[in-house]
C-alpha cells in the first residue's frame, strides 16, 4: 500500500509542475505584451479598456495563484508523506522531491510578483487619469470664460456657460446646477 501511494503522490507532484510551468509561459507573456501602452494617446475609453484588462489579469492571477497554492499544499503534503517512508538509500528520490518543492514555491512567488507589479500599473493608470480630468476641467473652464466673454459682445445679456459633452454654452439665465457666472472675468 505504501508503495501506491508514494507513486501517486509522485505522478501528482509531476502534473503539478508540467501544470505550472505551462501556467507560466502563458501568462507571463500576455501581461508583457499587454503592458505596453503610449500615455500620451490614451483617453478616457482606452484607459478604461486597459484598466479592465489590467483588473482582469489580476482576478485571472489571483485564481491561477490559489489553484498555485493548492496545488503547493497537495504537494508538501505528499512530499510529507514520502518522506516518511523514504530511507536513506533513496536520498536522490529526496532531492528530485526538494527540487519540485522549490519550483511550486517558485511558482508561488513568481504569481504574487506579477500580481503587485500590475496592481502598481493600475494605480499609476488612476494617478494619471486623475490629473488629466484636473487639466481637462482647467482647460474647459479658460475656454468657456474666453468664448462666453466674445459672445458677450455681441449679446451682452449672457452671464453664464456650461460645458456638456465637451461644448461650451453661454446664457442669459441659470437654468440648472452646472451653470457657472462669468461675466465678472471679461475685459
Known sequence: MRFLTKHY?????????????????????????SAIVNADNINNQDFISIKNDYESQIKD??????????LLFECQEGYKEVLENVTIANEKEVEDLNKRLDDCYFNVKSKEFQINNLTKVINNFNEEKNDLNEEYSLLAENFAIKYCCVQRIINPEIKYYFVENNTVFCSTTKNNTGYYEFYQNCP
Open 9 to 33: 503522490v509522485e505522478f501528482g507532484i509531476i502534473s503539478l509542475i508540467i501544470f505550472l510551468s505551462v501556467l507560466t509561459r502563458n501568462s507571463s507573456s500576455t501581461i508583457i505584451g
Open 61 to 70: 492571477l489571483n485564481k491561477e495563484l490559489l489553484k498555485t497554492k493548492n
